[in-house]
């Protein structure tokens, strides 16, 4: 058992004792979730974080073939403070380059779309991939697919959401057309913008549209369904909670037991002031579009984006030191795309050809120092260029010379990239 799993039992046991003879039935239910079980010496957690926060990752896949077989569409960190009943959904933009180490699948570390490590080795690389890049503690995760997601939306009676515009209107009940003549099912399409009711297909549909603005706006409004999905569920009495985990989860994989899902979900249900703020990363300023390995986000920088989603996480007093690893993954992003700024701590080979991907979390602690002085340049990043640009192979890479890209590159330091603004507002309180 993980320290952050001894620690949420510790609570949850708590929990237990003010539950009620409800959660007797709750936890003799005969599980039929399955999933891959994480063990933490493999997927570089970071053990220098408060445990007190439980760190799990949300996947959304497809679900129509091979679940462990797919690019997660939905990449999401649900962070949970049982002391204050807070809790940070963040997005993980799928297109977002990333590092993901070499494993069975692929033969060395690659600079790609995190959204591939689901692909590559299933939630474990996946949550490699986010421990990583981001320096976070996850041990745990959970899968689901798409029609768990409509399950879910029904059992709660459906979701109030407000369709801000025409567009998301369109592309809305596009999707819903398109799956009612995939899956033979007659959902009705939505007549207006504002206010509207959804029930599972309509949810769906709302939350996957990605081209009435950009994957930014589609991800806002997956967290918008996920939070009020969960406001709802943490409503249920235990018998009816047992009955929705019992609806949905055939269509569920996760690390966890079913004792340990249903447990945390009641022991959230106990806090007072129970409050869901949404975030994703790359955060608002610090990306850039880019031509590399496909359309694709850099991260501008890494650490900066890793400094910003543990204040949001942990607390926006407290400052973050990157560890050595997300140094040299970043500087490894600034080579291959030339977006951001080397953080002068890793050598020029150590990020493009090294296999740190793998280091154990001992290398953590011997970098606390090594970006003490990164807080003097981020503002930089908020004051650049929004126009199309070909970025120079300097550590501070941001040439003004317009260039229209028409392919991939096919060598590293060889990217386009441009900013522009996402949909989202960054921080937001889900209510319904």
Known sequence: MTVGKKILAVVLSAVLLVIGSGAVYLFN????????SI???DVSVNKYLNHNIVNLA???VDGRADVEGSRSDTIMIASINFKSGKVILTSIQRDTLARISKNSTIKTDSYTKINAAYSYGGPELSIKTLNENYDLNITDYVTISFQCMIDAVNAVGGINVNIKDDSILKYTNKYINDYNRLNNTSAKTLTHTGKNHLNGIQA???????????DFGRTERQREVFGLVFKKMTKLSS??????ITKISPNIKTSMSTTELTTMLQGYMQMKNKKIVNEHVPFDNYYAYVTYEGDSIAPKSLTDNVIQLHQAIYGKKKSYTPSQMVNEINDGLVRKTGVGTLTGTTSGSSSISSSSGSSSTSSRSTSRST??????????????STTTTTPSTSSHANSTTPTTPSTPPSSENNSTFTQKPPTSTGTETVTE
Do not use: C, V
Not at 29 to 36: A, C, L, R
Not at 239 to 244: D, F, K, S, V
């Open 239 to 244: 018998l009816q909670l047992a009955g929705l």
């Open 29 to 36: 239910i005969k599980s039929n979730i399955s999933g891959t």
């Open 58 to 60: 949300l996947f959304g």
């Open 204 to 214: 769906l549909a709302y939350s996957r549209n990605r081209y009435s603005d950009s």
């Open 39 to 41: 063990d933490e010496k």
């Open 371 to 384: 970006t003490s002085t990164r807080s003097t340049t981020r503002s930089t990043y908020s004051t650049r």
